[in-house]
């Protein structure tokens, strides 16, 4: 099993080392363990409220941690990253990016314009907005996310759902089918994110339906636990690698230096 979503205490609101993760990753057997911090938000000149994400001075220092941290032996460590999209935001982003020699970009969607919607301290909003647009307008920045040629991974996709605020499937629906489509079209994969089923939603992201829509499109797939805390590396692996098995896949994919490899699911 392989983890390619764990956070540190650099993003500020996640706790450990990347060693700490590893350290966890061990216990539970995996073969391999992606550290996948917030991507800086400084450097796409984005200033939330609170501090969600490492300074861009202490990339290094990351990169430091987690060379450190894959000297434990036993399992390989990769350094991937979660981006956030945000339209307009990314045009001079893919220099920066080539700076920095990650194996993997997830790319996630956190925000719509300022709302930080899967902060609970904004749960509340969702009370206020029509929930058709709220998803209409996430997807569509999904949609944007994927269609970068930034990122090698889409995280959490459909986390809109975090706080288990939702519309009808036949409004879902043609969603589903759209972004199967668009991950077979651009080779992005899809991530399969534990952490959905300890939230209100009480399932993973993405919903059921839209993996099992992904995997019959050929949509390759990784795990990612979205561990804030080392204790939930890999949380709910086994579950996932049921799921996935009885849906047919066969094969993960691991990521070097931005190239991703099939490899058995196992
Ligand atoms: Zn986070
Ligand atoms: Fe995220
Ligand atoms: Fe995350
Ligand atoms: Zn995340």
Redesign the pocket.
């Known amino acids: 099993m392989i983890d390619y979503?764990v956070h540190t205490y650099l993003c500020r609101h996640a706790l450990g080392e990347p060693r700490d993760y590893v350290d966890v990753a061990l216990k539970k057997g995996l073969k391999e363990i992606g550290i996948a911090d917030?991507f800086p938000l400084e450097l796409m000149g984005i200033t939330p409220k609170a501090k969600v994400s490492m300074d861009a001075d202490e990339l290094e220092l990351y990169f430091r941690m987690v060379r450190e941290a894959s000297r434990t032996g036993g399992i390989t460590v990769k350094t991937g990253i979660?981006l956030d999209y945000a339209p307009g935001k990314m045009e001079k982003l893919a220099t920066v990016l080539k700076d920095y020699p990650f194996d993997y970009i997830?790319g996630?969607v956190?925000f719509m314009g300022d709302w930080d919607f899967?902060h609970p301290y904004s749960a509340g909003e969702f009370e206020k907005r029509p929930i058709e647009e709220v998803y209409e307008q996430y997807f569509t920045l999904v949609c944007g996310a994927c269609r970068s040629g930034l990122i090698d991974i889409i995280?959490?996709i459909d986390?809109v759902k975090k706080f288990n605020y939702r519309p009808s499937e036949k409004f879902l629906q043609p969603w589903y089918e759209k972004l199967a489509k668009l991950l077979r079209e651009t080779g992005v994969c899809l991530e399969l994110?534990t952490s959905g089923l300890d939230m209100p939603a009480g399932e993973f992201y993405p919903a059921p339906a839209l993996l099992s829509r992904c995997i019959d499109e050929g949509v390759n797939i990784v795990l990612g636990s979205?561990a804030h805390t080392p204790e939930d590396v890999g949380r709910h692996f086994p579950l996932a690698m049921d799921m996935l098995r009885e849906m047919g896949v066969r094969e993960t994919v691991v990521f070097s230096r931005r190239k991703g490899v099939l490899q058995p699911l196992e």
């Open positions: 979503h917030h979660e997830i996630s956190h899967t995280g959490h986390v994110n979205d």
